[in-house]
C-alpha cells in the first residue's frame, strides 16, 4: 500500500495533465470557430434592441426579427454597393499615382532627398536596409499564397459569420429559455433578471458604437469632400478616407486615434504635402477625439454601459490582446457585465455577513 498509494496518485495526476493538455489543444483549433461564434452572438444582441423596439409597437416577433435582418443586410449591401465602386476608383487612382509619382520619386532619390532634407533625424538609409533585409528573407512566392489565403479565409469568415448571425438572431429566445432551465428554480428568478439586463446592455452598447462609426464617417466625408477644399484645395480620395474613420470608429479606444493618423498621413503623402491640408486635417481629427471623448461617446454610451474610464481602458487593452478586434469590441460590455454581477450578486451577500 505505501508503494501503491503514491504510483495511483501520479498515475490519476499525469492522467488529469493530459486531459488538461487534450482540452486545451482541442480549444486551440476550435479558436477560429469560437471566434465566429462569439461574434455572432455580439451582432444577435445588437440586433435585439431593433427587434425589441419593433415588439413594442404590436409587431410580432418572427416578423420583427424578418424586418430587422431584411434591414440590416440590406442597408449593408446597400452601403457595401455604393461605397465599392468609389473605393475601387479611389484605389485605381490612388496606385496610379503611386506609380507615376512615388515610385519614380525612389528611382531618382527625389523622395529619399527630400526626406534627407527635412526630417533628417528620420534616418532613412537604416529604416531601408532593415526593410531590404526583411523582403530579402522573405518568400515572395509565399507571401502571395500567405495573402490570398488570408483574403480567403476573412471572406469565408464573413459569410459564416452572417449566416451565425441570422440563426442566433431568430432563435435568440429559444436559445435564453434553455440557458434559463439549467438553472436552479430557486435562483433562477436573479439569474434572468441578470441576464436579460447584461443582454439589454450588450445590445445597446452595439447600437452605440456603431452609431459614433457612422457619425465619424459622414463627419469625415462631408468635410473632406466639401467643406476643406475650399481653402486646401481638392482633397484625393475623401471616400476612401472616410470609410477608413468609420472602421476605425468601431474599434474602442484607439481605433479612432488610428484611423485619425492614417488619414493624416495619407492626406500628406497624396495631397503633394500640402501644409494647409496637413494641418486643418490634423487639427480637424484633434479636435473630433475630444468632442468625441468628451461630448458624444458620453451621450450616447450613458444609457448603454455604465463603466468608469480606468475600467474601460485595462479592458479594451485586455480584450485586444487576446482576442485582437473582437476582444477589445467585446471587452466593454463584459467589463460591464462584470461590474452587474459584481453589484447585484457579490455587494448584497458581503452586506448579509
Known amino acids: 500500500m ?3 498509494n503514491p504510483f495511483r496518485l501520479g498515475l490519476l495526476a499525469a492522467l488529469g495533465v493530459l486531459v488538461a493538455l487534450l482540452i486545451g489543444s482541442a480549444v486551440a483549433s476550435l479558436a477560429t470557430i469560437l471566434t465566429y461564434v462569439g461574434a455572432a452572438i455580439f451582432l444577435a444582441l445588437g440586433l435585439d434592441p431593433l427587434v425589441t423596439w419593433l415588439e413594442r409597437h404590436k409587431v410580432k416577433r418572427p416578423i420583427a426579427i424578418l424586418i430587422a435582418l431584411v434591414g440590416v443586410l440590406g442597408l449593408f449591401t446597400g452601403l457595401v454597393f455604393a461605397i465599392i465602386p468609389v473605393i475601387t476608383e479611389q484605389v485605381g487612382k490612388l496606385v496610379t499615382q503611386i506609380t507615376e509619382v512615388v515610385i519614380p520619386g525612389f528611382v531618382d532619390n527625389t523622395f529619399f532627398d527630400w526626406i534627407n532634407d527635412n526630417l533628417p533625424w528620420l534616418n532613412i538609409e537604416e529604416i531601408l536596409g532593415t526593410v531590404t533585409s526583411a523582403l530579402t528573407d522573405m518568400s ?3 507571401g502571395v499564397l500567405s495573402v490570398g489565403f488570408g483574403i480567403a479565409s476573412g471572406a469565408f469568415g464573413v ?7 441570422i440563426y442566433f438572431t431568430a432563435s435568440l429566445g429559444s436559445l435564453k429559455r434553455g440557458v434559463y432551465q439549467l438553472v436552479p428554480a430557486s435562483k433562477r428568478a436573479t439569474f434572468i433578471d441578470l441576464s ?3 443582454s439589454d446592455s450588450v ?3 452595439v447600437v452605440g458604437q456603431v452609431t459614433l462609426a457612422l457619425t465619424n464617417g459622414i463627419l469625415s466625408f462631408v468635410l473632406l469632400t466639401w467643406v476643406f477644399p475650399i481653402w486646401t484645395g481638392p482633397l484625393q480620395y475623401s471616400a476612401l478616407l472616410a470609410f477608413i474613420a468609420f472602421l476605425g470608429s468601431l474599434i474602442p479606444l484607439v481605433g479612432t486615434l488610428t484611423a485619425s493618423v492614417i488619414i493624416t498621413l ?3 503623402l497624396f495631397n503633394e504635402f500640402n501644409l494647409v491640408a496637413i494641418i486643418t486635417v490634423g487639427v480637424w481629427y484633434l479636435v473630433y ?6 461630448v458624444i461617446n458620453p451621450r450616447i454610451m450613458a444609457r448603454a454601459v455604465q463603466v468608469p474610464g480606468v475600467v474601460v481602458v485595462i479592458a479594451a487593452l485586455t480584450g485586444g490582446t487576446l482576442l485582437g478586434v473582437l476582444g477589445a ?8 457585465a462584470v461590474q452587474l454581477i459584481i453589484r447585484e450578486v457579490v455587494v448584497p451577500r458581503q452586506n448579509e455577513l
Open 203 to 205: 445590445g445597446r452598447y
Open 289 to 294: 477625439m475630444q468632442i468625441e471623448a468628451y
Open 196 to 198: 436579460e439586463q447584461i
Open 2 to 4: 505505501k508503494i501503491q
Open 329 to 336: 469590441l467585446i471587452a466593454i460590455p463584459v467589463a460591464a
Open 140 to 142: 515572395f512566392l509565399g
Open 266 to 268: 495619407a492626406v500628406a
Open 159 to 165: 459569410i459564416i459569420v452572417i449566416i451565425l448571425v
